[in-house]
């Protein structure tokens, strides 16, 4: 047995940060194959995998993710209703079904309504490389707007609630949104 005085050489290891991602598919199936195909990429940590928008809204709420993989069809609340719920909590979403193609109306109204980008899921397979790549842009969108889309939104709802003001709407328009004035917040 050897003993010594000295402390023990400590290895740096380097750390590298890792996208947070969220799966959301009612599919076991699909769940796990997105679980594989994204944690296969080193910069990716999927933190979790839900089986419908109720339960990603509870995950996100204690576990935050950088963006998140969303099916279009599920019982309850769709993939497309959730897109406004995601986009308003600044995540980015990346639409995934199998009716999903470049062009199409589905993706069209997926964007439309705050989508970062929309993926085949049987191109998921074949072209893993090109959705890890957009799983991990549409991560990187949320991080690079980060502060400055905040104080962005903050002055662009200023001037918004000034012109309302203006014309007597405001308090319709957030009537009318379900949100309280901005001045109340």
């Not at 940590?45 to 419908?52: N, T």
């Not at 099916?71 to 995934?96: C, F, K, S, Y």
């Not at 998921?124 to 905040?150: D, F």
């Not at 203006?166 to 308090?171: D, I, K, S, V, Y």
Request: hydrophobic share 45%; with cysteine.
């Amino acid at each position: 047995m050897i003993f010594s005085t000295q402390p023990a050489r400590r290895r740096r290891v380097w750390q590298m940060e890792q996208f947070r991602i969220l799966i959301i598919d009612d599919s076991l199936v699909i769940r796990g194959m997105m679980t594989n195909i994204l944690s296969a990429d080193r910069e990716i940590l999927v933190i979790g995998a839900a089986s419908s928008a109720e339960q990603a809204l509870l995950m996100l709420k204690d576990n935050p993710a950088d963006a998140v993989t969303l099916d279009m069809e599920m019982p309850g609340v769709t993939g497309l209703q959730l897109l406004p719920i995601l986009h308003r909590l600044d995540i980015p979403a990346v639409l995934i079904s199998g009716h999903a193609s470049e062009g199409s109306d589905l993706c069209g109204s997926a964007l439309v309504m705050g989508a970062y980008g929309c993926f085949n899921k049987a191109d998921a397979v074949r072209e893993p490389a090109t959705l890890i790549a957009l799983v991990k842009a549409a991560a990187r969108h949320k991080a690079t707007i980060g502060k400055a889309n905040a104080a962005a939104m903050h002055r662009v709802q200023d001037n918004a609630d000034r012109a309302a003001d203006r014309m007597g709407l405001r308090r319709e328009w957030h009537a009318a949104h379900n949100e309280p004035p901005h001045g109340a917040r």
